[in-house]
């Protein structure tokens, strides 16, 4: 089940594409990709992998105690999803639930800004100064990582994996320790060398913006 196209720089609502325009239009951001969240179940799952066009990461093993609590592209049926989210819930470090969304795009889409309540469409000037706050596990390579400046409520992580941006934002803030300590190994969705028998828990609310 697929909820209704927003806009991925902003989930605001969309204009459909009309017999003057092909193009979905937000009424602030202008022609942008149809952003579509879904809820978390093997069938959305693999919707995600036949459509996506990037990455679709997943940190494999989760951390102990995760779900896979839903999965979004932005893209249409022209172009293929040109960006991929997958969200996740489980146990905060302090007290209470945390969730994570893990996002590939191209650049210019703009939803990992988004989702890292930036103006965006990318991290912005000054990116990637300075030594990397982290480093991953990416399909067996390390790759760095940068903080990026966001509103307190939330840790963003953000770098560049095959070509694209690669986004980890979590909350609470103290939840971004699992990036930084843990050092979270991602694989990809789209892989056809393995199944991935994936928990899944409620839809995460941070998938509605």
């Known amino acids: 089940m697929r909820a209704a196209p927003t806009c991925p720089r902003c989930f605001g609502p969309l204009h ?4 003057w325009s092909s193009a979905w239009r937000c009424g602030v951001h202008g022609d942008v990709l149809p952003f579509q969240a879904m809820q978390p179940s093997g069938a959305a799952c693999d919707a995600v992998r036949q459509s996506s066009v990037v990455p679709v ?3 494999w093993p989760l951390p102990p105690g995760w779900l896979v609590t839903g999965f979004g592209v932005a893209g249409d049926e022209r172009t293929g999803a040109r960006a991929s989210v997958v969200a996740l819930t489980g146990p905060s470090v302090t007290h209470g639930p945390a969730d994570m969304v893990v996002i590939a795009e191209e650049p210019g889409v703009g939803l990992g800004a988004a989702f890292a309540g930036l ?3 990318d ?3 000054g990116f990637g100064e300075g030594p990397p706050n982290a480093k991953i596990d990416v399909l067996g390579h390390p790759t760095a990582l940068w903080c990026v400046q966001a509103p307190d409520d939330r840790a963003v992580y953000a770098g560049e994996a095959l070509g694209n941006w690669l986004w980890v934002v979590a909350w609470p803030a103290e939840a971004g320790c699992f990036i930084v300590l843990d050092q979270l ?3 990809d969705l789209r892989e056809h060398d393995r199944d991935f028998d994936l928990p899944f828990g409620a839809f995460s609310p941070r998938l509605g913006g």
């Open 16 to 19: 459909a594409p009309s017999a």
């Open 57 to 59: 990461w997943l940190p």
């Open 123 to 125: 991290p912005g000037d």
């Open 119 to 121: 103006d965006g469409p």
């Open 185 to 187: 190994s991602l694989r």
